[in-house]
């Protein structure tokens, strides 16, 4: 039976209880709370974007490929077609590939509240199944969505209990949001010149101070510095981290100015990571290529890669520019209600 999470009515606000199933009355009238606020949330968000002007779909689940990214995991579903044979399918990662397709066809302004899949990620901010608010825009800049990110943290504020909250930290969302590139959190964070090691692996992990293995890529040794440097970001107010290297934005288009660094942004709020951001690319060829390569390491880690869908290739060729955002609904409103465990803000948590 699923172990369900409570915050203990004897503990800190901070401390959680496994205890038995969600089901359980006196569980559930804990979690009530949470849950009640997590329906107003959404229901706010949703009044923000009817008045933007967003048309709301409904991207299906299941899809040849659940997305090409080497470290997101998906769920195969075996599809048997009435008298085919049978073929493994996915539950999405993410609806990015579907709701592309809606802008080529012609839709402008869409926005999904999609449940989403994800392999093997389970923890106090991390559900297996989980709700994703994602959005585009036809013919915007990448400004413009991250103007939409604040927007709906503030909508979340005001409909949840306070300032954003999260281990004992606060964050306003309502004051001016940081804006600051991955170069400039990399100098200021760990005293790395960023710019001066893209591309050379050892100047990288030498800069950083670290050994690197010899499997290691320039990619890992990326990640081991910036899981350093995000619990840093989001205090007081929100950080939108942006212009990130364009090997680490395999879905955004290259700055216009400066082609190493890519129209990527990710939004954070005590130290949590929010929301991730692009200007999106739009380059039939260009994005092959990136998945190819990310499938090719894919397999190199884990053993697998994931069909490229050839229907999502061919349908950027028709795709206008366009700017969208992924946002964790989830961890957005259990930080807008001051929750510890993404679980007290799922009505029927994943059961493992």
Not at 66 to 80: A, C, D, I, M
Request: proline content about 7%.
């Amino acid at each position: 039976m699923l172990p369900a999470v409570r915050a203990s009515r004897r503990t800190s606000s901070r401390e959680i209880i496994v205890a038995r199933p969600f089901w359980h009355s006196d569980i559930h009238l804990d979690r009530k709370p949470f849950l009640v606020g997590r329906n107003r949330i959404k229901a706010a968000l949703r009044h923000w974007f009817a008045a933007q002007g967003f048309t709301e779909v409904e991207c299906g689940a299941v899809q040849i490929s659940p997305g090409n990214e080497t470290h997101l995991h998906g769920f195969p579903v075996l599809w048997r077609p009435d008298g085919g044979a049978e073929q493994t399918l996915y539950l999405h990662t993410s609806p990015e590939f579907a709701a592309k397709k809606l802008l080529a066809a012609g839709e402008t302004q869409i926005v999904d509240f999609a449940r989403v899949w994800r392999n093997g990620e389970q923890g106090p901010l991390h559900a297996p199944e989980f709700t994703m608010v994602e959005w585009y825009r036809a013919q915007a800049d990448w400004t413009a969505v991250i103007a939409d990110t604040w927007a709906l943290a503030r909508t979340a504020q005001a409909a949840g209990t306070g300032p954003l909250r999260w281990r004992g930290r606060t964050c306003d969302a309502m004051a001016e949001p940081e804006l600051l590139s991955c170069a400039d959190a990399f100098q200021r964070h760990a005293g790395i010149d960023l710019a001066a090691c893209l591309d050379d692996r050892d100047a990288l992990a030498a800069a950083a101070g670290l050994r690197p293995r010899p499997d290691d890529t320039w990619s890992d040794i990326f990640s081991r510095i910036i899981v350093t440097i995000e619990p840093r970001l989001g205090d007081g107010r929100l950080t939108f981290l942006t212009h990130y290297p364009v090997c680490e934005a395999a879905l955004a288009r290259p700055c216009a100015d400066d082609p190493r660094w890519a129209e990527r942004f990710e939004a954070y709020a005590c130290g949590v990571e929010l929301a991730n951001g692009f200007g999106e690319l739009t380059d039939p060829a260009e994005q092959r290529r990136r998945f190819e390569a990310d499938m090719d390491e894919k397999q190199r880690l884990y053993g697998r890669r994931y069909p490229i869908d050839e229907d999502f290739i061919a349908a950027l060729g028709a795709m206008p520019p366009a700017s969208g955002v992924a946002l964790g609904f989830d961890r957005l409103a259990l930080l807008a209600l001051g929750g510890t465990d993404i679980r007290q803000v799922i009505w029927t948590p994943f059961p493992g």
